[in-house]
């Protein structure tokens, strides 16, 4: 069985990760949405509301693609966080040559630690490639629309957060 772990913060998701993720199972058997502990970063959303808001997401996309796709909260290293789901593949988004020398860097670190769980990355589709989360919350916070960006679900909860 091919496992891949996606991971990242989702604060919140948006329409990349979910083009991420929809092309992602297309290549896999059983996806897994690794949900990261950033205490770093002092997301918007409380875990259990990101956990919550991915998997109301992704349970269209598993059962239109037929592939299992799990939330799995995680705040250990990524390549730990492989290990413990099973993954043998690690996919990452990329959206601009700034996320790849990022990502560039992390993979040489996650090889180092186990070289036998490969990294794909994924281009983020052309509509999708300047959005970003830190993004999408300062438009929200400021009025501005981001039913570009989001869903309908996930704008809601940013309304609802920013009044």
């Known amino acids: 069985m091919r496992t891949a772990l996606y991971p990242g913060t989702f604060d919140p998701i948006t ?9 992602a199972s297309t290549l896999v058997d059983r996806l897994v949405i690794g949900v990261a ?3 770093d970063k002092g997301p918007l959303f409380s875990l259990e509301e990101r956990v919550a808001m991915i998997e109301a997401e992704c349970k269209a996309l598993s059962a239109d693609s037929g592939v299992e796709i799990e939330v799995h909260p995680f705040e250990n290293l990524l390549i730990q966080c492989a290990h413990d789901v099973g993954a043998n593949v690690i996919v990452r ?18 090889r180092a630690m186990d070289d036998s769980i490969e990294t794909v990355f994924l281009m983020a589709g052309a509509q999708h490639q300047a959005v970003a989360s ?13 039913s570009g960006f989001v869903t309908p679900a996930v704008k809601n909860a940013l309304d609802s957060r920013f009044g």
């Open 37 to 39: 502990i950033n205490r």
């Open 134 to 146: 830190k993004l999408v919350k300062e438009i929200a916070r400021l009025g501005g629309d981001i």
């Open 93 to 110: 988004g990329l959206r601009a040559v700034a996320d790849f020398e990022y990502e560039y860097q992390m993979v040489g670190m996650n």
């Open 15 to 23: 329409l990349g990760h979910i083009d991420i993720i929809r092309r």
